[in-house]
């Protein structure tokens, strides 16, 4: 199976910590969180950190965006106290937020912790990002969004010449266990859908599951981990969340509060079914990339079961 992560031994971690902070660092401990960075929290002086080693410096910056615009007492995310480089790997620095995350609690401690996620979403929800002139899709170091529209946000993901990771992946019909025909079915009933989504933007976090969010019974202490964040439809968070903990009924439990603010979601079902499929195709696509057949029929399971139900 393959990795996307920068070669980062533990032991390597602790020789570059210890050279970026010009002094010996304490209790350096491997976090195991996400597909794309190597992350270790450590002790300097009295205080806690976590340092996030990456190949490329762009979502680094893009996160030191996300907390000077957003970060405030009332959304949990950690402060970001420094970006660098050593060598060829990147860096960044934050504060590391009390807490446990929240995959790694008893389903007791997460089922107390549920009305407290619902409220930090919500606040996420009201945050103001501007006219939906500014743009839609990945929100760059700069603030920016490049796309016209949410639905070619949505289309932009799945464009053979795009960028970066994903750059000429249709090869992976010939060259792995990536499904043409079933993956190209999906697709269109996911743009079908996504025709319902609203016009204005709100700020996603695009990667919204526990493994990203810290909690002290009964609080969530921190939201983390915002390099996919974007300028959309919020229904995308929701999906994300339902797809990985269906559980924990978030949708359900989020359109109770909503409507007992007096706030309708307009096309709640469509809106969260088709960013179900949007997440579960480009999950498809990733371990199809990753050589992980498990993983990958589990997502091609989810999506049957949902195309069905």
């Known amino acids: 199976m393959k990795t ?6 533990l032991d390597l971690a602790i020789e570059h910590l210890n050279h970026i902070e010009g002094e ?4 350096v401990t491997p976090i195991e969180m996400g597909e794309l960075s190597k992350v270790f929290s ?18 680094l910056d893009k996160q030191l965006y996300i907390y000077n615009k957003y970060g405030a007492p009332s959304l949990p995310i950690p402060r970001i106290h420094k970006i660098g480089e050593f060598g060829d790997i990147h860096y960044s620095i934050s504060d590391k937020v009390s807490g446990t995350p929240i995959s790694a609690l008893e389903p007791e401690q997460i089922r107390n912790l549920i009305p407290s996620l619902v409220h930090h979403f919500i606040l996420i929800n009201q945050v103001s990002v501007g006219d939906s002139g500014e743009g839609f899709g990945w929100i760059t170091p700069e603030g920016k969004a490049s796309h016209r529209s949410w639905l070619d946000c949505l289309e932009s993901f799945f464009d053979q010449e795009q960028e970066g990771f994903h750059h000429g992946w249709k090869s992976l019909y010939e060259s792995s266990f990536l499904e043409q025909d079933f ?3 999906v697709y269109d009933t996911m743009l079908g859908l996504a025709q319902y989504s ?8 695009g990667d919204f599951h526990l493994g990203n969010m810290l909690g002290e019974d009964p609080f969530v202490t921190g939201i983390v981990d915002w390099e ?6 919020f229904m995308l968070d929701v999906a994300v969340l339902h797809i990985w903990h269906p559980m924990l009924e978030f949708p359900q439990r989020l359109l109770q509060a909503m409507t007992e ?18 997440k579960t195709l480009d999950a498809l696509r990733f371990y199809a990339k990753k050589d992980d057949a498990n993983s990958y029929q589990f997502i091609k399971n989810r999506i049957m079961s949902l195309i069905d139900s």
């Open 261 to 278: 603010r007096g706030v309708e979601i307009p096309y709640f079902e469509e809106r969260l079914l088709c960013h179900q499929l949007f």
């Open 183 to 185: 993956f190209e079915e």
């Open 228 to 233: 996919m964040a974007m300028y959309g439809d």
């Open 24 to 27: 010996t660092v304490r209790k």
């Open 4 to 9: 996307f992560k920068p070669e980062m031994t």
């Open 42 to 59: 450590y002790r300097k002086g009295d205080a806690d950190y976590v340092i996030h080693f990456k190949s490329n410096r762009e979502s």
């Open 198 to 205: 609203p016009q204005e933007r709100y700020l996603v976090h």
